[in-house]
């Protein structure tokens, strides 16, 4: 359903020069497919402009220097199909002040006289199908739904990927993912001595990178359990939105994310990563500029490229702060806006990053070198294939830049082999950070969309 249209956006540029009006354009589609546009007058409205936004950044601009006969400012905008997505923003100002209108146009809307929906701006609405849908109101995590990873080796960090109850529950409606000390569930001397066979205590090892990451033993065992948890729904293009509060806690690292059904392009990130949310449950933790990037700093981020390095690796990531409050004081909602011709991330209203499918593709925009691997997929490739949705909460680990500047105590452990204990060794720094069901990132409902 979502391909094979290129993504139109209208916006309709209003200048005025007396007071505040309620803004309904009218939109109407003629036997020949043409689109017209009219926009009500108002008194001192010296012209519209309405600006067609095409596919890839193309921009046709159609002026109205006069009103028709009707006091309207009506003009037809050329070549905009009926699968093609149209959003406005009207602008108008007056002597001292600026006001903006946001809305947009669905082609489902085309029998009645207007066309027209209001809505939030974080994204546009389009006809969408429902594919995955979840609000905890069962009770239970639905194994039809959700499967959780099983791994001794939490992808790197300090925490087993855990199918227990404890790290992972549903109450009231709402669904915990909470991480636990390994030591509460395995005995105190377990970061010491003994072996942590995953496959042995749950029946199962899902691994990412192989049976390594399915047992470890003394020193190398992870001090943390939690969970992370795989959604069943899939899309290719669409919409997703997670309402969430996020944990709090030093270390803590909640993310809400989407990986490629299958690795058709290869191994990440060849086949892309799509980051809707990542955060530090850190409350005092700032970037050398000064910056905060912890519990309040919302980060989103794409993926892509032929290898890890930092010359096969190529990323946009953009980050989005609060004031004064976290995303652990309140539910927000974390959403995606995916086309052929985008990619759009943000929380609640606010758009955190955009990124435009470029015109030559990914692989040229990223000067990758070599064979271009995508070159058979499509314009959007690697994001032109099924996606499903990811849930956890890691602790420690490489997004905790050792550059960051944490109060009152630095970065508790090194880049050793050694770093799970160091960790754990110093525990009486970041453990009493960690309060109850604070800790656990709290989902509400969760909503896939295919276009």
């Given at each position: 359903?979502?391909?094979?249209?290129?993504?139109?956006?209208?916006?309709?540029?209003?200048?005025?020069?007396?007071?505040?009006?309620?803004?309904?354009?009218?939109?109407?589609?003629?036997?020949?497919?043409?689109?017209?546009?009219?926009?009500?007058?108002?008194?001192?409205?010296?012209?519209?402009?309405?600006?067609?936004?095409?596919?890839?950044?193309?921009?046709?601009?159609?002026?109205?220097?006069?009103?028709?006969?009707?006091?309207?400012?009506?003009?037809?905008?050329?070549?905009?199909?009926?699968?093609?997505?149209?959003?406005?923003?009207?602008?108008?100002?007056?002597?001292?002040t600026h006001h903006r209108v946001t809305g947009s146009y669905s082609p489902e809307a085309e029998e009645s006289e207007t066309g027209l929906t209001l809505g939030s701006e974080h994204y546009l609405r389009r006809r969408a199908t429902t594919v995955f849908y979840d609000d905890f109101s069962?009770?239970?995590?639905?194994?039809?739904?959700?499967?959780?990873?099983?791994?001794?080796?939490?992808?790197?960090?300090?925490?087993?990927?855990?199918?227990?109850?404890?790290?992972?529950?549903?109450?009231?409606?709402?669904?915990?993912?909470?991480?636990?000390?390994?030591?509460?569930?395995?005995?105190?001397?377990?970061?010491?001595?003994?072996?942590?066979?995953?496959?042995?205590?749950?029946?199962?090892?899902?691994?990412?990178?192989?049976?390594?990451?399915?047992?470890?033993?003394?020193?190398?065992?992870?001090?943390?359990?939690?969970?992370?948890?795989?959604?069943?729904?899939?899309?290719?293009?669409?919409?997703?939105?997670?309402?969430?509060?996020?944990?709090?806690?030093?270390?803590?690292?909640?993310?809400?994310?989407?990986?490629?059904?299958?690795?058709?392009?290869?191994?990440?990130?060849?086949?892309?990563?799509?980051?809707?949310?990542?955060?530090?449950?850190?409350?005092?933790?700032?970037?050398?500029?000064?910056?905060?990037?912890?519990?309040?700093?919302?980060?989103?981020?794409?993926?892509?490229?032929?290898?890890?390095?930092?010359?096969?690796?190529?990323?946009?990531?953009?980050?989005?702060?609060?004031?004064?409050?976290?995303?652990?004081?309140?539910?927000?909602?974390?959403?995606?806006?995916?086309?052929?011709?985008?990619?759009?991330?943000?929380?609640?209203?606010?758009?955190?990053?955009?990124?435009?499918?470029?015109?030559?593709?990914?692989?040229?925009?990223?000067?990758?070198?070599?064979?271009?691997?995508?070159?058979?997929?499509?314009?959007?490739?690697?994001?032109?294939?099924?996606?499903?949705?990811?849930?956890?909460?890691?602790?420690?680990?490489?997004?905790?830049?050792?550059?960051?500047?944490?109060?009152?105590?630095?970065?508790?452990?090194?880049?050793?082999?050694?770093?799970?204990?160091?960790?754990?060794?110093?525990?009486?720094?970041?453990?009493?950070?960690?309060?109850?069901?604070?800790?656990?990132?709290?989902?509400?409902?969760?909503?896939?969309?295919?276009?």
């Open positions: 359903m979502g391909t094979g249209f290129v993504s139109t956006t209208v916006v309709a540029v209003i200048f005025l020069v007396s007071c505040c009006w309620a803004i309904t354009p009218v939109w109407k589609r003629a036997e020949d497919g043409r689109l017209s546009v009219s926009v009500p007058d108002f008194p001192g409205t010296q012209n519209v402009t309405v600006t067609v936004n095409k596919d890839y950044g193309q921009e046709v601009i159609v002026f109205i220097p006069n009103k028709s006969a009707d006091n309207t400012w009506r003009t037809v905008i050329e070549g905009i199909s009926k699968n093609d997505v149209i959003g406005y923003v009207i602008e108008y100002r007056l002597p001292d069962s009770g239970h995590i639905d194994s039809k739904k959700w499967t959780h990873d099983i791994m001794a080796v939490g992808m790197g960090h300090f925490q087993i990927w855990s199918p227990e109850s404890r790290n992972s529950y549903v109450k009231n409606g709402i669904l915990y993912i909470k991480p636990t000390l390994t030591t509460d569930r395995f005995g105190s001397d377990i970061m010491n001595h003994g072996t942590i066979d995953v496959k042995h205590v749950w029946g199962a090892c899902r691994p990412v990178w192989g049976s390594d990451s399915c047992v470890t033993h003394d020193k190398q065992n992870r001090p943390v359990m939690s969970a992370l948890l795989r959604s069943s729904g899939a899309i290719k293009y669409g919409k997703v939105e997670v309402v969430a509060k996020l944990p709090k806690g030093d270390w803590l690292w909640p993310a809400i994310w989407m990986m490629p059904k299958e690795s058709h392009y290869g191994g990440w990130p060849q086949s892309g990563e799509i980051d809707i949310m990542e955060a530090m449950g850190n409350l005092h933790m700032k970037h050398p500029n000064g910056l905060s990037v912890g519990a309040d700093c919302d980060h989103s981020t794409i993926h892509y490229g032929n290898g890890r390095d930092g010359t096969a690796h190529a990323r946009h990531g953009e980050q989005y702060r609060l004031h004064g409050t976290t995303f652990g004081d309140a539910f927000h909602t974390f959403w995606l806006d995916w086309t052929e011709s985008h990619i759009r991330i943000g929380v609640d209203d606010h758009t955190v990053l955009t990124v435009n499918t470029p015109s030559q593709g990914f692989w040229n925009e990223a000067h990758l070198q070599g064979n271009n691997i995508w070159a058979h997929g499509g314009k959007s490739a690697p994001f032109d294939r099924p996606f499903y949705l990811i849930l956890n909460v890691a602790v420690g680990g490489g997004f905790f830049w050792d550059g960051y500047i944490n109060t009152p105590y630095k970065r508790p452990w090194s880049n050793g082999n050694n770093d799970y204990y160091e960790f754990w060794q110093n525990r009486h720094l970041w453990l009493p950070t960690w309060h109850g069901e604070d800790t656990a990132m709290k989902v509400k409902s969760v909503k896939m969309q295919q276009y």
